[in-house]
């Protein structure tokens, strides 16, 4: 017994049924990981390494540019080296500051927000990868939003250390 329905609508073959079932995953995964927030701690380090690899002399450009030019507001990623650290600053949110020298030479505090990502025990010497948000001033610049965005309105910052993601 025959239904007037196949006869109306062509069949699918069989690798077209797997081809339109590939892609509908490929869209639910790829949705699961576009609206996933970032954890606060990662131990993939594949996010800073990929600017120790590729991103930290034209980085280290960007904020050498924006300190010149007195621009705030500009997100950078950069890697350096930890060559003091500071008290943590305990007025208002709390923020671990260090100060990195970049491999160009350049210098910038890092502020780094306590109340919204874990603390990252760094030492005089050691390498830090970072994103975050530069702001000039007269003394190198401060980087700062180097944590996820409590809104979950922007892709926020992070540091990278010993292999280790903070978010």
Known sequence: HQSAVPALMPR???????????VAA???????????????????????????????????????????????GVWVESVGTVERTLPDD????????????LH???TVLISHNIDLAAPVPVSVGERVAFRGMYE?????GVVH?????????????????QGRVVR
Do not use: K
């Open 12 to 22: 699918r073959s069989r690798a077209s049924r797997y081809l339109v079932a590939l």
């Open 26 to 72: 490929l869209v639910i995964l790829g949705f699961r990981e576009y609206s996933r927030r970032p954890a606060r701690h990662e131990t993939n380090a594949a996010v800073g390494s990929a600017v120790e690899r590729e991103g930290a002399e034209p980085g280290a450009r960007a904020i050498v540019a924006a300190f010149t030019d007195h621009r705030s």
């Open 104 to 106: 160009n030479d350049h």
């Open 145 to 161: 939003w180097t944590h996820h965005d409590p809104d979950g309105r922007r892709a926020g910052g992070w540091l990278e250390h």
């Open 136 to 140: 000039w001033n007269d003394r190198g």
């Open 90 to 101: 305990n007025e208002g949110s709390r923020h671990q500051r260090f100060i990195l020298r």
